[in-house]
Nanobody, 128 residues
């Protein structure tokens, strides 16, 4: 059974940086989508950044393009999200999620979230 554990959230001032990590265990597959999603109070959950594990191809939400980078280190199960130039509107609970899917652009759109495996989430707070 796949297990996702997030770490690295916290509080930072606008313009600062944070790095989130999602540790993956119990997955027998090497090709799947894994990524980061966020939800702020009163808002819908949105896709932030996702990656296809076997190729490293990434997709980003429009609001984070150019500021956030998703990546993976060779031989490691964890995936990171480097967040730079953070803005107050980035404040949210950030969740790691995965699904065995080849179309990671669709995975980013969260059209069928009930089919995803989710982590517990980590809070990111950006003050102005």
């Amino acid at each position: 059974q796949v297990n996702l554990v997030e770490s690295g959230g916290g509080s930072v001032q606008a313009g600062g940086s944070l790095r989130l990590s999602c540790n993956v265990s119990g997955y027998p597959y090497s090709s799947y989508c894994l990524g980061w999603f966020r939800q702020a109070p009163g808002k819908e959950r949105e896709g932030v950044a996702v990656i296809y594990r076997s190729t490293g191809r990434a997709h980003y939400g429009a609001s984070v393009q150019g500021r956030f980078t998703i990546g993976q280190n060779t031989g490691e199960s964890a995936v990171y999200l480097q967040m730079n130039d953070l803005k107050p509107e980035d404040t949210a609970m950030y969740y790691c999620a995965t699904r065995v899917l080849s179309n990671c652009a669709r995975f980013l759109s969260v059209v069928d979230a009930e089919r995803y495996t989710w982590g517990q989430g980590t809070q990111v707070t950006v003050s102005s």
